[in-house]
């Protein structure tokens, strides 16, 4: 499938495939991940799996996968979306039409979904936005079981007692999602810990991943890159095993393959800042431009503790991480990855709509603009189909004018 052809998400996975024709794994991933979706929901209406729509990041993931449950995360269904599931959203639940694509693409799916045999609970987190919390509330209404961890947020001065205190917060709140997800208040920590070593080992791998693809930053492609590391590194598509094998496969790949030191000069080391949306043509652009997206803000970095009781070891996770609430600890996240990667640009991503990452992201331009590192800031949407041209046109034209 050529570029010019392409019309929707699933072509730009099939595109892909044939970019990455040269690697087993990859096409393993891209795989996983388009099959996720339906075969979560297929194998909980034949009664194999329980499973539950989740935001599917953080302490959640290992805490889900415990309970003997599938994380389903609830934004992958974004690149199933079409207008209609937008305008169900604007036109039946009446959100405004400036109101997060992101948000609208999910509410119109779960509005599809209402009333028949697929997964009816949710999983949301106050945390997130305001949107969403709206979002919740309205699926209530329609029979869907839906269930909100109060806020998780740690102010930037934030040490000592009072961290603790935050601590011993969220493993109360911990254990009363385990109540929602099981009936009880019983975690079985047995579990809890391999899922833990699961997720530190995996972290592991993906830094080796990361490593290897500075010396070969082509062989792993934008679109291919943030499908891996943003929903495959959080939720494992659903299939742990499968997910683990494909990287296996992809470090083995990777490690035998000769550098190409002609790839390492021309290379744009790129890190992505924000929200990593449907508009997958942006990752084209910058793959065309000769960008590589080696770093990312939403990869998390830190192992979780393992000389601490697994539900606390999810807690400290949560405050001691990029995700802890205030820009600040995002931005700490970015600038290793800048440092560490020599980077010569930052691509600042997010939802029109989105008023509090549009604070972050603009309090993140200036910073790095005054550390001397360009950056572009861009504001798209969740809907399916091609992007628009103009930020196509912006994005090749930042990362030529790096190179
Ligand atoms: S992009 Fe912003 S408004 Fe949209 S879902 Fe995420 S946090 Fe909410």
Not at 16 to 29: E, G, L
Not at 66 to 84: F, N, Q, W
Not at 189 to 206: A, F, G, S, W
Not at 332 to 347: C, Q, S, T, W, Y
Request: with cysteine.
């Amino acid at each position: 499938m050529d570029i010019e052809d392409i019309q929707s998400q699933r072509d730009y996975y099939e595109h892909c495939r044939q970019v990455h024709h040269y690697s087993p794994a990859i096409n393993k991933i891209l795989n996983l991940s388009e099959s996720y979706i339906p075969d979560a929901e297929k194998a909980y209406k034949e009664g194999k799996t329980k499973a539950i729509w989740s935001g599917g990041v953080g302490w959640q993931v290992p805490l889900i996968y415990a309970c003997d449950t599938i994380p389903v995360a609830y934004g992958e269904m974004g690149r199933l979306s079409d207008k209609e599931a937008m305008q169900i959203a604007e036109d039946y639940y009446q959100f405004p039409v400036e109101t997060c694509s992101m948000v609208k693409c999910t509410v119109g799916q779960w509005h599809l979904r209402r009333n028949t045999s697929t997964i009816n609970r949710i999983l949301g987190n106050s945390s997130a936005c305001e949107p969403y919390n709206l979002a919740w509330e309205i699926m209530k209404r329609e029979g869907y079981d839906v269930y909100n961890n109060d806020v998780v947020y740690r102010g930037p001065t934030v040490e000592g007692k009072r961290l603790e205190k935050l601590i011993q917060f969220l493993v109360d709140e911990i254990y009363d999602v385990a109540e929602w997800l099981t009936g009880s208040r019983k975690i079985d920590e047995d579990k809890l810990i391999r899922e833990i070593q699961r997720k530190n080992r995996l972290l592991n791998k993906l830094k080796t991943v990361l490593e290897l693809r500075r010396k070969h930053p082509f062989y792993v492609r934008s679109l291919a890159t943030i499908v891996m590391l943003n929903i495959g590194l959080n939720n494992y598509f659903g299939k742990p095993e499968e997910y683990e094998a494909a990287i296996d496969l992809l470090i083995e790949e990777l490690e035998n393959k000769p550098v190409d030191e002609k790839e390492l000069k021309k290379v744009i080391p790129l890190v992505w800042a924000g929200g990593t949306g449907q508009e997958f043509g942006i990752y084209e652009a910058i793959d065309q431009a000769g960008g590589a997206l080696l770093g990312l803000r939403s990869v998390p970095f830190k192992l979780y503790r393992e000389d601490v009781p697994p539900v606390e070891s999810l807690a400290r996770w949560v405050y001691d991480n990029a995700g802890a609430g205030a820009g600040v600890y995002a931005r700490n996240v970015l600038e290793h990855e800048v440092d560490k990667l020599n980077a010569r640009g930052l691509i600042l991503y997010g939802y029109i709509g989105c008023s509090f990452a549009s604070v972050d992201r603009e309090m993140w331009r200036k910073y790095f603009h005054a550390k001397g590192i360009p950056s572009i800031n861009l504001e798209g949407s969740f809907q399916t189909g091609a992007p628009t041209g103009q930020v196509i046109t912006r994005v090749k034209a930042f990362v030529e004018m790096l190179s």
